[in-house]
C-alpha cells in the first residue's frame, strides 16, 4: 500500500494525496446525509485528465478500487469508498476550458462548481439550466454521472439533455475523447449516454462538452396557495397553455414545510396572508423581449381564480421578490432538519398520478404509522415527489430508525403500483442499491452487468454501487 501511496503522489505531488486522518482529508469522508463515511487507504486529487489516466493505470496494475468524488453532495452514498479503496476527488479540475456564444457550447472540467459553469454560460449571455439546490458545492462531474434533474427540468431537460461531448478515462486508464461540440451526430452507439448516470462505475468523466440556450430576458415568479391537491394538475396544464409553454419550474410545498422554512431559515417569509394547505411554486421565463410574459401569467392567474383552484397567489414584480420566494424553496429543504430524524424517497410518478400518489402514502400513513408527519415536496412537474418522512415528535431516534424499512416499503409499493420510479433524480448509489435488484427486470439487470464487465472486467470502478 505504502508503494502505491508513493506511486500516487510521484503522479499528483506529495500535498495531493491526502490520508485519511488528515484534517484536510475530512470533507471528503463524510456525507450530505451523515449516514455513511468512506475510510478509503487515501484521497488523490489530480489536477490533469494524464494525471487521472496515469492513476487509473497504476490502480488497475495493483488491483485497487477507485471511487470518483465531486462535489460530495450526492444523496445515496455513490461517492463513498470502503477500506482498501483509493477515493479520487475531481476538485482540482475546474477549468472552463472554452465558452462559445456562437455555437451555444460550454467545455468544462469534471471539477467545476455548477455554479460557476452558470454564472460563465451567463457572461456571454446564455444559459446553463441545470439548478439544483446544492448549486454552489456539487460540481459537474457529479451532476453527469447522477444524471441530475433540479428545478428546470420541465422545461429544458435533465443534465443528460445538456451534453454534446464527453472526455471520460476508462478504468484501465485509456482516454476516450469525445468532447465534440455536434448538435448531430449519428455515427454508431451514443456511448456518452452511457457515462451520464452511471455514478462513476464505468470511466472517470474529466471533461464535457455542454450546451447552452439564450439567456431568459424576462421572468416571473408566482406562488400559489390551494386546498385541494388534486388540483395542481389544473394549475399545472393551465400554466403551460396560458404561458404558450414558457414554464420552467413549478414546485410543491406543503404548509409543513412552508412553515418550517419560515420558523427555521432566516429572510424567509410566507408573502401570503393566510396559511394554506398546499402552495405551488412556479417560474415563467422567456429570452424573448416581445412576448408579454406579466400578461401571461395575470391571465393565467384570473383563470385559475375564477376556475376555483387556488385561495391566494403572489406574484412577483421585481427580482429581489423572486429571489425571496426561491428561498423559501431552498429553505425547506434546510428547515426540515429542525423537525428530526426523517427518512427520504425520491421518487417520480406519471405526472397524472402524483396527487394520487401523495394521497396514498398519507392515507396509508394514518392507519400504519400515524404519527409520521409526511413532508412532500418538489418537482411535480416532472412527476417527481421527494416524499419525506418525520420522526414522530414523540418517538425516540432508534425507535424510528427500526421503523425505516416498513416505511420505505410502505412508499415504494405505492410507487411501483402507480408505475413510478424508485430513484428519480438521485441516483441508486449504496443506498438504493438493494432496490435495483428487488425492482429492476432480470433482462435489465444483465445488460447493465454486462455493460459494467464490458467496460471495467475487473470491477474496479465504484464497486458495490448501482448494480
Ligand atoms: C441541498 C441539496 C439539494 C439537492 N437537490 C438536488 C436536485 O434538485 N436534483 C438532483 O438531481 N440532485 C439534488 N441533490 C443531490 C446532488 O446534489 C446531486 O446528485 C449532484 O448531481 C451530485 O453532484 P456531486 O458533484 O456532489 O457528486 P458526488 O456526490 O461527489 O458524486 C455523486 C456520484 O457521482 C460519481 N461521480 C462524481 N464525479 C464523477 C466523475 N467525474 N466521473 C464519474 N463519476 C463521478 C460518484 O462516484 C457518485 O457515485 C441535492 C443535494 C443537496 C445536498
Not at 435489465?444 to 448494480?467: C, F, H, Q
Request: include cysteine; charged fraction near 20%; proline fraction near 5%.
Amino acid at each position: 500500500m505504502t508503494e502505491l501511496i508513493h506511486l500516487l503522489a510521484g503522479i499528483v505531488g506529495d500535498r495531493h494525496v491526502l490520508a485519511p486522518h488528515d484534517d484536510a482529508a475530512e470533507p471528503f469522508l463524510s456525507e450530505a446525509r451523515g449516514d455513511y463515511r468512506s475510510a478509503p487507504e487515501c484521497v488523490v486529487l489530480p489536477g490533469t485528465t494524464d494525471e487521472v489516466s496515469r492513476i487509473l493505470r497504476i490502480c488497475a496494475e495493483a488491483g485497487m478500487s477507485v471511487v470518483p468524488q465531486g462535489g460530495n453532495t450526492g444523496l445515496c452514498g455513490g461517492a463513498v469508498a470502503a477500506q482498501g479503496e483509493v477515493l479520487l476527488s475531481l476538485k482540482r479540475m475546474n477549468r472552463i476550458r472554452e465558452v462559445d456564444a456562437l455555437n451555444g457550447t460550454l467545455v468544462a472540467e469534471a471539477g467545476c462548481i455548477l455554479a460557476d459553469i452558470q454564472s460563465a454560460a451567463r457572461s456571454v449571455q446564455r444559459l446553463f439550466p441545470v439548478s439544483l439546490g446544492a448549486e454552489g458545492s456539487c460540481m459537474i462531474g457529479g451532476n453527469l454521472a447522477t444524471n441530475a434533474g433540479g428545478i428546470n427540468v420541465l422545461r429544458y431537460g435533465n443534465t443528460r439533455q445538456q451534453v454534446l461531448g464527453l472526455e471520460v478515462v476508462l478504468g484501465d486508464g485509456r482516454v476516450w475523447d469525445g468532447l465534440n461540440p455536434l448538435y448531430k451526430n449519428n455515427t454508431g452507439y451514443d456511448l456518452k449516454q452511457l457515462f451520464i448516470g452511471s455514478e462513476g462505475t464505468l470511466g472517470i468523466i474529466t471533461a464535457a462538452s455542454l450546451r447552452l440556450y439564450p439567456q431568459p430576458l424576462q421572468s416571473q415568479s408566482i406562488l400559489i396557495g390551494f386546498s385541494n391537491l388534486a388540483d395542481c394538475l389544473n394549475l399545472l396544464s393551465l400554466a403551460r397553455r396560458d404561458s404558450g409553454d414558457q414554464l420552467s419550474s413549478f414546485e410543491l410545498i406543503p404548509a409543513i414545510a412552508m412553515d418550517a422554512a419560515v420558523a427555521h431559515i432566516p429572510g424567509c417569509g410566507n408573502p401570503l396572508q393566510d396559511s394554506h394547505p398546499w402552495y405551488i411554486l412556479c417560474q415563467f421565463a422567456t429570452s424573448s423581449s416581445v412576448i408579454p410574459l406579466e400578461q401571461m401569467a395575470q391571465s393565467f392567474l384570473e383563470s385559475a381564480y375564477e376556475s376555483n383552484w387556488l385561495s391566494d397567489a403572489v406574484i412577483t414584480t421585481s427580482e429581489n421578490q423572486e429571489r425571496a420566494l426561491w428561498n423559501i424553496r431552498e429553505g425547506i429543504v434546510a428547515a426540515q432538519r429542525n423537525l428530526g430524524r426523517s427518512v427520504s424517497h425520491d421518487v417520480s410518478v406519471p405526472v397524472s398520478r402524483v396527487p394520487e400518489l401523495i394521497t396514498r402514502v398519507i392515507d396509508a400513513l394514518t392507519v400504519h404509522a400515524p404519527d409520521v408527519r409526511p413532508y412532500p415536496f418538489g418537482h411535480i412537474g416532472d412527476g417527481n415527489v421527494h416524499m419525506n418522512l418525520l420522526q414522530p415528535k414523540d418517538m425516540d431516534e432508534n425507535e424510528f430508525a427500526a421503523s425505516k424499512p416498513a416505511l420505505r416499503s410502505l412508499v415504494y409499493d405505492i410507487v411501483l403500483e402507480l408505475g413510478g420510479s424508485f430513484s428519480a433524480e438521485h441516483g441508486v448509489g449504496l443506498l438504493k442499491r438493494e432496490l435495483m435488484d428487488l425492482h429492476k427486470s432480470g433482462i435489465e439487470l444483465s445488460m447493465m452487468r454486462a455493460i459494467r464487465t464490458a467496460l471495467d472486467p475487473r470491477g474496479l470502478l465504484n464497486p458495490g454501487k448501482v448494480v
